[in-house]
């Protein structure tokens, strides 16, 4: 037979205090003292209560759950950004719900739709771009929503990023300082603001030191498609060093270049990449990149976040934080040049 479900009312008999003492220490952030608390968890275990979030949730309105829907973890600053904002948001007493999304037509929307329907308090969208009827949907459904590590053209739309466009510019000026003239660039994604604005910021730097690209491939944040373009790209008048849009790609450009191709890497071509992944600092990577400020990226969105659910306002914050080079050993570093 199946057992009856245990209640709060009986957890309060055999701790001896109130049923409302027992769902202020099951309520993160509500006021109970430390004998209370210890009192009723004790006699909890006892009986074997667990606390139904679901139904505080109807009494309260609040389920204390974000929705997180990201594109691909197999990047590797998806998997470490989405632990720091788990773990953040779960010291603030949320719960973290992650959905998986395709880069694809239609599909992004349906999953946020799914989300709605949990009834969350609030969205985290990371790697993703999502429609404007879909960020009205959200509005409408008093779901506030932050885009992480990417933006968008909506002025109602939160957004927390890296200063993508300055980090271009970093990328160039260093490599221009090095020396190289013949600069290569394999772009990500062509929908994300990211490869956007990264590109942007490279290209800007380069014409205005009077420098032309002088080839271009997209990799579309895929290793498969990075090999590929760096087969293209150095098959025939090969570039001296090459920008890479993230890490990512840039591991299999370098495997490429050295394993496949037989070119030394600084020695024949500098590449450096954006992200600064843990297997940047890799010895058999010794990645020249872009470092996102990742705990800052996430301490400014589940700021934004929780201030719009807490003060049930529309108020939209832009944020572009600056990051630093990370200079290693996969590209020539430029006379007088401060690592």
Known sequence: MTKSRITSQEVAERAGVSQSAVSRTFTPGASASKKTVEKVRKAAAELGYRPNVLARAMVSGKSRIIGLVVAYLENQFYPEALEKLSNELQKRGYHVLI??????????????????????????????????????????????????NRSQDDPNMSAVTSDNFAGGRKVAEFLLAAGHRKI???????????????????????????????????????????????????????????????????????????????????????????????????????????????????????EILLDQIDKNTGDTRHIAIDGPLIVRGSAQIPKGWTI
């Open 99 to 148: 959905f998986m999304a395709e880069q694809k037509a239609g599909h992004i929307d349906t999953v946020v739709e799914e989300i709605l329907d949990y009834q969350v308090d609030g969205i985290i969208a990371a790697s993703v771009a999502l429609s404007s009827d879909l960020s009205e949907r959200c509005r409408a459904a008093g779901v506030p929503m932050v885009l992480f």
């Open 184 to 302: 290569g660039y394999i772009a990500g994604w062509h929908g994300a603001s990211t490869q956007r604005d990264r590109e942007a910021g490279f290209t800007a730097a380069l014409a205005e030191a009077g420098v032309a690209l002088h080839s271009r491939a997209e990799g579309d944040f895929k290793m498969e498609k990075a090999a590929d373009a760096t087969r293209k790209m150095f098959a025939h008048d090969a570039p001296a060093a090459v920008f890479v849009a993230n890490d990512h790609m840039a591991f299999s450009v370098l495997d490429t270049l050295r394993f496949e191709l037989g070119l030394r890497v600084p020695e024949d071509v500098s590449v450096v990449g954006y992200d600064d992944v843990p297997a940047a600092g890799w010895p058999a990577y010794n990645l020249t990149t872009m470092r996102q400020p990742t705990n800052r990226m996430v301490a400014n969105t589940i």
